[in-house]
């Protein structure tokens, strides 16, 4: 069983730019959620996206977007990127949607933007 | 509002001795799960435990332990016979179950530090 995959593992991009990351859900789970992590704090939630459609969202603007691909894996998309945009973007995936202690993260992408 | 608190920004544990990471936390969810999760340098986070409200008895999962509270709101993590892998960010992190249990809010984390 392949656990959570995240690609590419760290980028650097212009603010002002566009970036797209990528998450391969754990097999068999169909929820997918991304997180924010700055560097020093804890992982803030941007969204979760389950069977296709977007469940929730955290405090992020909407330059922040995703979507959900029917194998259930996932992208984030961030438009027009800050200085304040450069963290670690976890994905986690879990079975269902409800179930908080079945949650598998992948190894994260560190963004940094100049 | 949901908020996770960690006072604790470093610990120092000797090798082999228990360790107790403090958490709080505040919801106005009747139903919530709360968990640890542990944060090594490589920077993947990995679930250590669980505890659900409306659990009786406080998780374990072979060494770790998590020591509820409900009336004080607190979700303590207690690792047992430390050992020097241990040496890591410590997340407690909550979901409200009533909200369709979507979103998981992060404390700020502890750091742990191993001696041997």
């Known amino acids: 069983e392949t656990g959570v995959t995240q690609s590419p593992t760290h980028l650097i991009k212009t603010r002002g730019q566009q970036v797209t990351l990528r998450c391969s859900s754990q097999?068999?789970?169909?929820?997918v959620s991304w997180y924010q992590q700055a560097l020093g704090q804890g992982p803030q939630f941007i969204f979760q996206y389950y069977r296709e459609e977007e469940n929730g969202r955290g405090n992020f603007p909407p330059r922040f977007s995703g979507l959900q691909f029917p194998n259930y894996s996932s992208e984030l998309n961030v438009n027009a990127l800050e200085l304040d945009d450069s963290a670690l973007y976890l994905c986690a995936s879990s079975p269902r949607r409800t179930e908080p202690d079945e949650q598998y993260f992948g190894p994260g992408t560190r963004l940094t933007v100049t | 509002a949901q908020k996770i608190t960690q006072t604790q920004p470093g610990m120092f544990v000797q090798e082999k001795e228990a360790v107790t990471l403090d958490c709080t936390y505040d919801t106005s969810d009747q139903s919530y799960g709360l968990f640890w999760y542990k944060q090594p340098s490589s920077g993947e986070m990995i679930f250590l435990i669980y505890?659900?409200?409306?659990?009786?008895q406080n998780a374990t999962e072979g060494r770790y332990s998590l020591n509820f509270q409900k009336a004080r709101k607190s979700a303590n993590l207690v690792i047992s016979a430390s050992q020097l892998g241990d040496s890591a960010m410590y997340f407690c992190?909550?979901?409200?179950?009533?909200?369709?249990?979507?979103?998981?809010?992060f404390g700020a984390g502890t750091r742990l530090f191993v001696k041997a």
């Open positions: 097999s068999g789970h169909n929820t």
């Open positions: 505890q659900g409200s409306y659990d009786e």
């Open positions: 992190a909550m979901r409200g179950l009533n909200t369709g249990g979507f979103k998981t809010i």
